[in-house]
């Protein structure tokens, strides 16, 4: 896509994303099972969910986690071509390895979260910081973009899964509205990533400084994912300590 917005101007981009998203429906509609619907499923029962804290607290470390990621992405061609010095023509080739990176991350990710969602979701928020530390200071010569955009692209998409589950878990009977919703605190970040991104730009601390920003909405995705994990914790704990033991019958002593 950014080779051609290169070669024939932003509307073919846009027109060749088009014909995609119509090829990708038409496959849909022809490939996917017709399934029936919930019928006790209500629009009530859904918004209910927004009550849950949990809901709100994993939708934060979707939103301010994984703007880091976009504090980067939105002006990594920009670090191509002003910071590393490479040709524009070199941006589609920064851009495939950063997506393949994704790729990979969102493959393996999934795999973790079936295995530990908890384990998942820290390891990756930690390993997203870490990568985008490793950008700001590699970025400066053609292996270190290559390698540290490849990094980035793996732990923001290795996140993912073990986020979208989280908030799918913590929705309860309303599945459907944590699925969205996921979704929603990704687009949140990426608003927020590309202005907090561009606002230390525009402040004069360069194009390596979005990556810091990441660093720092990375850590903030963790705290918020680490008050999340303690609160569960400490709600099953709770909940253990008020079931009765089968084992002592009451009033009778143990």
């Given at each position: 896509?950014?080779?051609?917005?290169?070669?024939?101007?932003?509307?073919?981009?846009?027109?060749?994303?088009?014909?995609?998203?119509?090829?990708?429906?038409?496959?849909?509609?022809?490939?996917?099972?017709?399934?029936?619907?919930?019928?006790?499923?209500?629009?009530?029962?859904?918004?209910?969910?927004?009550?849950?804290?949990?809901?709100?607290?994993?939708?934060?470390?979707?939103?301010?986690?994984?703007?880091?990621?976009?504090?980067?992405?939105?002006?990594?061609?920009?670090?191509?071509?002003?910071?590393?010095?490479?040709?524009a023509t070199a941006v589609p080739a920064v851009l495939a390895v950063t997506g393949l990176g994704?790729?990979?991350?969102?493959?393996?990710?999934?795999?973790?979260?079936?295995?530990?969602?908890?384990?998942?979701?820290?390891?990756?928020?930690?390993?997203?910081?870490?990568?985008?530390?490793?950008?700001?200071?590699?970025?400066?010569?053609?292996?270190?973009?290559?390698?540290?955009?490849?990094?980035?692209?793996?732990?923001?998409?290795?996140?993912?899964p073990a986020i979208q589950a989280r908030l799918i878990d913590a929705s309860g009977d309303a599945?459907?509205?944590?699925?969205?919703?996921?979704?929603?605190?990704?687009?949140?970040?990426?608003?927020?990533?590309?202005?907090?991104?561009?606002?230390?730009?525009?402040?004069?601390?360069?194009?390596?400084?979005?990556?810091?920003?990441?660093?720092?909405?990375?850590?903030?995705?963790?705290?918020?994912?680490?008050?999340?994990?303690?609160?569960?914790?400490?709600?099953?704990?709770?909940?253990?300590?008020?079931?009765?033991?089968?084992?002592?019958?009451?009033?009778?002593?143990?």
């Amino acid at each position: 896509m950014t080779w051609l917005g290169q070669a024939q101007g932003w509307r073919a981009a846009y027109l060749l994303a088009g014909g995609i998203f119509v090829l990708a429906l038409a496959l849909a509609a022809r490939s996917l099972p017709s399934l029936v619907g919930d019928p006790s499923a209500n629009a009530r029962r859904e918004l209910a969910a927004f009550a849950n804290r949990q809901v709100w607290l994993v939708m934060g470390v979707g939103a301010i986690g994984f703007g880091g990621f976009i504090a980067v992405y939105a002006y990594l061609a920009d670090v191509t071509t002003h910071v590393t010095g490479l040709a524009a023509t070199a941006v589609p080739a920064v851009l495939a390895v950063t997506g393949l990176g994704m790729t990979v991350g969102n493959l393996l990710g999934g795999r973790a979260a079936d295995r530990n969602g908890v384990r998942a979701m820290l390891g990756g928020l930690t390993a997203l910081a870490l990568a985008m530390l490793a950008f700001a200071g590699l970025s400066g010569n053609a292996v270190g973009l290559f390698s540290a955009g490849f990094a980035v692209g793996f732990a923001a998409m290795y996140v993912g899964p073990a986020i979208q589950a989280r908030l799918i878990d913590a929705s309860g009977d309303a599945p459907l509205l944590g699925a969205s919703m996921n979704h929603s605190a990704f687009n949140v970040g990426n608003t927020l990533g590309a202005v907090l991104g561009g606002q230390v730009i525009a402040a004069g601390f360069g194009y390596r400084a979005p990556a810091l920003v990441g660093v720092v909405l990375a850590l903030g995705g963790l705290a918020l994912a680490l008050i999340s994990v303690q609160l569960e914790r400490r709600q099953v704990v709770e909940s253990r300590a008020v079931v009765p033991d089968v084992r002592c019958p009451q009033p009778a002593p143990c």
